[in-house]
């Protein structure tokens, strides 16, 4: 069982910056994403970015494309969100998630698509 760690989390401003670190209790070279959702108060969880682990992919969801980005340093390191140019929209509980290596491009932003789940950090942005 996979087990996902997320921090990073805090309160900015609006037009600030902050860094989310998912880290895993085990990698592997193989073809599954690692991904972040988010979720607001009566909202559903709704893709953020996505990485193929093997290929360094990357995926993003229009919202946050050139304000966001997801990287990691290695197969072995932890996956990071650094989120530049922060609005109030995008206040919410960020999750970090793993895929199966069976999930083809079409549905790496399908939430059903992820059967391993962390926590959750809070991100608030004040306006």
């Known amino acids: 069982q996979v087990q996902l760690v997320e921090s990073g989390g805090g309160l900015v401003q609006a037009g600030g910056s902050l860094r989310l670190s998912c880290a895993a209790s085990?990698?592997?070279?193989?073809?599954?994403?690692m991904a972040w959702f988010r979720q607001s108060p009566g909202k559903e969880r709704e893709f953020v970015a996505a990485?193929?682990?093997?290929?360094?992919?990357?995926y993003y969801a229009d919202s946050v494309k050139g304000r966001f980005t997801i990287s990691r340093d290695n197969s072995k390191s932890p996956v990071y969100l650094q989120m530049d140019s922060l609005k109030p929209d995008d206040t919410a509980t960020y999750y970090c998630?793993?895929?199966?290596?069976?999930?083809?491009?079409?549905?790496?932003?399908?939430?059903?698509?992820?059967?391993?789940w962390g926590q959750g950090t809070q991100v608030t942005v004040s306006s």
């Open positions: 998630a793993r895929s199966t290596s069976s999930t083809i491009q079409s549905q790496i932003g399908n939430k059903l698509s992820y059967p391993y």
């Open positions: 990485l193929r682990w093997n290929s360094g992919h990357t």
């Open positions: 085990e990698y592997s070279f193989a073809r599954y994403a």
